[in-house]
């Protein structure tokens, strides 16, 4: 017979495996199935300074493999596939892989968010040979060059920092003549005398031949262009993107009760329109999108989904 699982969780980042964890320990059937790598966008965050008793130096990979190996500790199961539909309809949530079809008395989606891309010509065509969105992945492909860091958030001046250690400059350009950082962390991005700054700017196109070349920015106050091409004997440079992210919801859509912007409704105890379908993490409207934010709604949406099962399907 094809079995049912207790819970099926989608995602494998910080909240699904806290829901992971909390839903094995509590005995229920667990299964967590991720897209892509496990462990979301923290896998890709070098230093993870504010989750609490992250200190010596914790970075994302070293804090999601124990949260990997904790939950596998309990009997969670963790696949990579990826889900292109869920029926929710029925009593048993059916969720269509590409892989397989998996049945679940209840669902935790814990999709998390993507980056979300500047839009302009030549970004697309030169992603992964000059751009990026990720500084712990492609930081060392720029040792010694010169970098360009798009945003003004916490993730933009965290990772220009880290990238500091790589590239012999760093440029942030921002949109704005303020950063949107925490001003903690703002502080130590303008004591670092290898970033430089370049307020009310954004990128109108990148150029290159397989590899950046060049990149255009507008200044959004004069309304002047000005292109910037690679050193010559560099011959490239990077431009590394952290302008925010999409929620991975668009399987959910007219299923789950969503924001404007596509960020899932739920109640405080993770329910969502659905009965039997939570969800947990950066997918959720909420107003603190951190791991420590995410672990927490994992271990309510798992607690709340063994009560949701104990009373639908044991009384
Ligand atoms: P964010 O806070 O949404 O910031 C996005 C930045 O990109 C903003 O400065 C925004 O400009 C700019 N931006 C947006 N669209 C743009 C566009 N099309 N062109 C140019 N610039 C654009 O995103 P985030 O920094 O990735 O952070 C996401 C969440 O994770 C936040 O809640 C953040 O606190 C959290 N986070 C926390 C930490 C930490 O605490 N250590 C680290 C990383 C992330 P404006 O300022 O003008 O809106």
Redesign the pocket.
């Known amino acids: 017979m094809e079995k049912i699982y207790d819970v099926v969780i989608i995602g494998g980042g910080p909240a699904g495996l806290a829901a992971g964890l909390y839903s094995a320990r509590a005995k229920m059937s667990t299964l967590i199935l991720e897209k892509d790598k496990t462990g979301g966008q923290i896998a890709s965050t070098e230093e993870v ?2 989750y609490p008793g992250s200190i010596e130096h914790a970075t994302g990979p070293s804090l999601v493999a124990r949260m990997v190996d904790q939950c596998k500790e309990f009997g969670a199961a963790i696949e990579k596939d990826t889900i292109k539909e869920v029926q929710v309809n029925d009593k048993i949530k059916v969720l269509v892989g590409e892989k397989a079809t998996y049945k679940a008395r209840a669902i935790i989606a814990a999709p998390g968010a993507s980056p ?1 891309l ?1 839009g302009v010509p030549g970004e697309k065509e030169l992603t992964g040979k000059g751009v990026s969105y990720c500084a712990t992945c492609d930081a060392d492909f720029f040792t010694d060059f010169e970098v360009f860091v ?7 001046v ?1 990772e220009a920092m880290f990238l500091t250690r790589f590239a012999r400059k760093v440029t942030i350009v ?3 003549e303020e950063l ?1 950082a ?1 001003k903690s ?1 703002q502080e130590k991005a303008f004591k670092n005398p290898k970033i430089d700054f370049m307020w009310n700017s ?1 990128i109108e196109e990148i150029k290159g031949d397989g590899i950046v070349e060049a990149v255009t920015f507008k200044n959004l106050v004069t309304g002047e262009t000005t292109e910037y091409k690679a050193d010559e004997e560099d011959g490239t440079f990077g431009i590394f993107v ?4 999409n929620p991975q919801t668009e399987i959910f859509k007219g299923i789950l009760d969503m924001d404007a912007v596509g960020y899932f409704i739920t109640d405080d105890n993770m329910k969502t329109n659905v009965p039997g379908v939570f969800a947990a993490g950066d997918c959720r409207v909420k107003t ?3 791991v420590v934010t995410a672990v927490s709604d994992g271990a309510i949406a798992a607690v709340q989904a063994e009560k949701y099962i104990d009373h639908n399907f044991h009384e």
């Open positions: 300074a504010n979300r500047l798009v945003g003004g958030g916490d993730s933009a965290e921002h949109r704005r949107k925490a962390i954004t952290f302008v925010g992210y603190l999108r951190q």
